[in-house]
């Protein structure tokens, strides 16, 4: 046992470690071009329509359920939510409509099962029947409650019948939920389906079947070469887990995994991406909005006005005062905008709005002015009646980039004359101030629905979620009529977003994209900001020239 | 013998019990409600509630204990929040990769440990043994998510020479030969990880027993004899210093266990580490209760183990 | 107290020893007086410039990709780390010299229920016990969490003193002092002192090195000391996504944490080999 023991052991395991370490990169693309590896951060566990209730509504499930089972039909290009035209046949091959409250549904008679068996309307009234009783679905029957019925006519045509005229019922016929065939769990009881054989290999009708799950490690699907709309190019699909953004991120660089919902922050890491020959990224609409959120009402007596705040000039004077663009430029590069009003990119009624006002400090130096807001003690801050113009930003402490943002409104807002004090605050308590209605301005984030419809919970005045008591009788109205409309939908959105832009509840700081990384091999690229990866049956596999780039 | 073994085993089941009591406690006395979440997936009041009584919440302490010791005496430990799926089911899904990577590491860390150990033990005092001492605690003390990162940074990611991440390529999918080669190339980087910063108790337990086993007469007769050193050391020695270190093997695996969590995270390693650190993430509580039943079961059983094999390789301790 | 200068001399006089103990007391000194002399870690965004520079002379540690000073950062994250070990070493080491006392002199059924629970705690890694409490709050306030690594780290001392106190209760010299009528507890209890307090040193000095190993792990994890007060493990954690373009951001946060156990490791040896030189 000498010096050399030691150098033949360590040689050996650096043999070993060269002998089996070839380039992951380079032998998975040669193995296998027309597989997708996505790398993801939770394991699919019950990625079954009608299951996907509460802890179980999670993008893990719905990412790999939206490959399984098909839609009656999809959102189009426009993401638009509203009337009957925007959407793009699946399953259903067409539809008309009888009246204000019916809606009739031609499923494509090619449509079949993954064991054979053809889809058929009662499979449709059975998953409705299961996904509207609240002691199965509670959530998907809350979302579905103005549906009064589904019946099947014959074979092929399933009827819809809503409890009063909106916009939004070809959206809630399609979107929530996909048909599960009746021929095979029928028979079995609801509460029985989680636990069921079915579960953990599910038989669906979309563009991929089941193979199967490495507990852990991976869910592996497969081109379901039967699939009627045109059997996918892209043979093999992985959902690959690793919990830890981290590890996942490492996965995409190093080649084990070619998919990636988002790269994760900072800025720096897109630099990573880009030294990959391999990979790129693509920005696709996400639905998260961050806003500046300004208290209504008095935090120490939710009865009264708010002291400063109440006054709609100074919300106004504080949105000119911020350069957003700035602002947003610095925390999160061009992976994000400036909204117009409530809208995150998802939402499809803020995709022609006119640009957000620029900042402006001398305007809002004047209004503030006009309203008795001078220095009138030198200290660089203005006041009136010897109150001086100080607010407090809350904030979680959760969020790094919105701390960055909060940094850098206090600076700027300081300039104006405006003093600003930032409380990073434990989730829990900033939850909890939230609620009771404990603070001046409040550095909200939020995810929205691909439906407008969800505004009226924030900024409605008896919105469930609206925590600053903002309250005008003109946003309601038009809200209401914008929620039924089917003829100028595009327009009474718009003016419920003008309207609130000029009432300045809020200051909209930044709406969202998400930066998925995706390997240059694949061609015809389509990511859909409504699942990300729904539409990898359209994708394409590019030759093999350019699998290998220079240096590999 | 077989009434010592009796008494010991009676001592590890009353132990068990006691930690399970434990266990049960700490989650249900403190305050904080593992139902209620924050972000994006936050439940309802009224899905809460829902929650709450279909895993028995709302009864008292003491019918939740009973239903809980209840249940895991058939195997039963709850249906998980994030899988709506069984806790046993999934934990044995688990547990054969978390097995693979403690037994891979165990290996390291005792083929090196020892070797490392006897050497320290032959040049007592010397150089390269203060050395040793210093490089096995350097190794002791680096953070293993610290070290992972590194690893993985570099050898994986930078330099391409070891996967980075996960366990099996999921196109590697090939004959056995194939895929155990798969496996064995992930496996690398987490294992010396586990290994690196758990290596220095074997060593220095080694070096005492092997400096207490140099100091004895025959030794000293068969260096007297002329026999070659290295012989005396590895043949006469060692085997007497091997055993009683061996058997100490029990209490490796609490370091090696709360190791893996770090380094299976990691490492993207899909084993209980891993579940365990996504309940943690999820406030998946019926998870990570089942990941602490197994680890005590575990370390229970392994301290039996080591006492019944000091026991059969050293007879003393049964008579006292 | 002789005996414990006795044993300081001891380690002093080992180069290794002596190393700990110089590094132990320069991390004292740089957490008491250090965060003073840096700029405040809490303030230190570059507005207009964020992100990590390397290394200069500006900044000799680097900046994160905050901007923030890495250097500021680790001294400031000295204070947490080391506070958080000391006061909870301090705690467990407390609880478990009064358990084991309790358990060794009154014996019986107090020691039977005393020890079976040792057993039980002992069977759950620490890092499981703190994963199932920490896990089920939102966040935890920093002297909450001094409070449950304290009160999760007292089992094995407790053996330990309870084995001396045993072992003190069958001493020739005690049952002649006894039988003398002195005060049994009074004597267990000074022999005690004298006794235990190098087991007691030694448990607690790799007491504070397993501390800040553990702490480290829970920043890891997003469970240890919270956001934006600095502390090693949560300075590794941030570290992750630049690992590669600036490595110095995780470099010297991580070197503190293995200096500082190393450190502690060397001096729990030291006064190991002190006080029970067979080993050595």
Known sequence: MTRWTLGAWLGGLAATATTLGTPPARAQAARDPSAAVIATGAEASVPVPTLMEGALASTANTDVADQLFLHLAELGPTLMTSGDRAFEPALARSWTRRDSVTLVFDLDPRATWHDGAPVTANDVVFTFRRARDPAVSTRLAGVLRHIVSVTAEGERRVVFRFAYPYAEQLYDAVFHVAPIPEHLLGRLPPAALATSAYAQAPIGSGPYRWVRRLPGEYVELAANEKFF?????????????????GARFNMVLSGEANLMDNVPPPRDNLDRVAAVPTLRVVAVPSPILGYL???????????????????QDVRRAIGLALDRRVM????????????YGPTSPLLWIGHRTPPPARANVAEARRLLAARGWADRDGDGI?????????????????????AQLALQAQEQLRQAGIHIELERLDFSVYTERRGRGSFDIDFAATSQDPSPTGLSQGWSCRGGTNFARYCDPAVDSLLEIAGRTTSHAAETWQA????????????FVYALNYLT???????NVRIRPESLWLGLREWTVSSGARLRPAGY | MRRWLAGRMLQAAV??????????LLVHILPGDPLAREGERALTPEQIEDLRRRYGLDRPLPSQLAAFLGGLGHGDLGTSIEYGRPVTALLLERLPATLLLGGAALLLNFTVGLWLGV?????????EDRWLTTLSLTGYATPSFWLGLVLAGFVGVRWRLLPAAGMHDPLGAGDFLASSGDVLRHLILPAVTLSVVSIAGTMRYQRSAMIEVLRLPYIVTARAKGIPEHRVVWRHAWRNALFPVLTLFGLWLPILVSGSVFVEAVFAWPGLGSLAIAAVNNRDYPVLMGTSVVVALAVVLGTLASDVAYAVLDPRVRRS | MSFALDAARAVWRTPRGRAGVLFLGFLVLLALVGPSLVPDPFRQFDLLELSSAAPSVDHPFGTDQLSRDVLARVVSGARISLAVAALAVGLSITLGAGMGLVAGYLGGAVDALIMRFVDGALAVPRLFLLLLVLAVPDRVPLIALILLIGTTGWFATSRLVRAEVLRLREESFVRAAEALGASRGRIIFRHLLVNATGPLLVAATLGVGDVILLEAGLSFLGLGVQPPTPSWGGMIMDARPVLDSAPWVGLFPGVAVTLTVLATSLVGDALRDVLDPRGA
């Open chain 1, 517 to 523: 990384i995706v390997d240059r091999r694949f061609a």
């Open chain 1, 382 to 402: 203005l006041d009136r009646n010897g109150q001086p113009l100080a607010l407090t930003i809350m904030l979680p402490n959760t969020s790094g980039s919105r």
């Open chain 1, 229 to 245: 709309l045109g059997a996918p190019a892209i043979k093999r699909v992985f959902f690959r887990l690793a919990t830890d953004a």
């Open chain 2, 15 to 24: 132990t068990l019990a006691i930690a399970l009591v434990l266990l049960f």
């Open chain 1, 328 to 339: 947003v430029r610095a925390t999160f590069g061009t992976s994000a905008s400036v909204p």
């Open chain 1, 293 to 311: 959120l300004f208290n209504q009402r008095d935090p120490r007596d939710t009865s009264r006005p708010h002291p400063i705040l109440g006054d």
């Open chain 1, 496 to 507: 419920v977003l003008a309207r609130i832009e000029s009432d300045y509840p809020a200051v």
């Open chain 2, 119 to 127: 050497r320290q033990a032959v040049r007592k005092d010397s150089r």
